[in-house]
């Protein structure tokens, strides 16, 4: 659901953000890859290959070199908490 507001506030409809997504895709090089939605969830024709993975984390890694400070936090445990108290994971 966060994927499609997100997509829904930035071009207006879904449809238009994966059009766009795969606009990019392509310009990137991504020969094999067509996006059917904007949250990767399996549907008829969303494909892709590890090449055209790996020129997306290029691209990421190199248009936003501070991803590494989100993707190294290392998270041994995760305390999951309610109204019924903590419990941990």
């Known amino acids: 659901d966060a994927a499609v507001v997100l997509a829904e506030h930035v071009y207006g409809t879904e449809d238009e953000f994966v059009k766009q997504m795969n606009i990019r895709a392509k310009q990137l090089g991504m020969n094999d890859t067509t996006f059917k939605n904007c949250n990767g ?3 008829d024709g969303h494909l892709t290959t590890a090449r055209d993975i790996a020129l997306m984390s290029k691209e990421l890694i190199t248009t936003y070199p501070q991803i590494f ?3 190294n936090i290392w998270m ?3 305390i999951h908490k309610t109204q019924k ?3 941990e994971f």
């Open 41 to 43: 969830l399996d549907a």
């Open 69 to 71: 400070d989100y993707c």
């Open 76 to 78: 041994e445990n995760i």
């Open 85 to 87: 108290g903590e419990s």
